[in-house]
């Protein structure tokens, strides 16, 4: 039985939806990839930033704010600006560091859950040189005494169970 010439047109649509539907999951899959190795490659700072901010809010308990030019605050009023007391300026900066802080250690608590996921995994260490401590593919393999394929490999496969663990069934 031969194939009329609207079911090789059937089939050939049908076949083009399944490369197009491949290559948006693929695509996607990357993307979760990209966004893990983005987040670990932010794990350092966020840790810095948060030591930072805690500074920036002792330094702000002991400025002097009537004398700082940095800070100016309007508010909508019957056509002058109200004007704020040194301790409700006080507490209106260190809120807004809280605020950064909050969302920093917010961060840093998944990935540090997701990592539990893979800590006792064989090369684990990967992640920590590479992500936390900056160093090449190659200085890890050489840390690591492997080739650079082995590290290669084992890192994508740590990111991939990261992904899991850091986007559930969308990292599927």
């Known amino acids: 039985m031969a194939l009329t010439k609207k079911d090789e047109e059937k089939i ?6 399944a490369v197009t539907a491949g ?18 490659y932010a794990y350092p700072v ?4 948060i030591a930072r901010y805690k ?4 330094d702000i308990q002991k400025e002097d704010l009537r004398t700082s030019k940095d800070f100016v605050l ?19 900066k260190i809120l807004l560091i ?20 893979i800590e006792n995994e064989e090369y684990y260490p990967i992640i920590e040189l590479q992500y936390f401590k900056g160093m090449s593919q190659e200085q890890v393999a050489q840390q690591l005494h492997c080739d650079k394929v082995t590290i290669w490999r084992n890192r ?7 992904n899991y663990s850091l986007y559930g069934a969308d990292a599927l």
């Open 12 to 17: 050939d649509m049908l076949f083009q939806k």
């Open 23 to 40: 290559k948006r999951s693929e695509k996607q899959e990357n993307n979760k990839y990209k966004k893990t190795e983005k987040r670990l």
């Open 74 to 92: 309007f508010v909508k009023n019957s056509g002058g600006a109200e004007k704020m007391d040194i301790e409700e300026l006080r507490k209106a």
């Open 55 to 58: 500074k920036d809010i002792i």
């Open 156 to 162: 994508k496969l740590l990111i991939n169970k990261l």
């Open 98 to 117: 809280e605020q950064k802080i909050a969302r920093d250690q917010k961060e840093i608590e998944e990935i540090d859950t997701a990592l539990k996921e």
């Open 46 to 49: 966020l840790k810095r930033n």
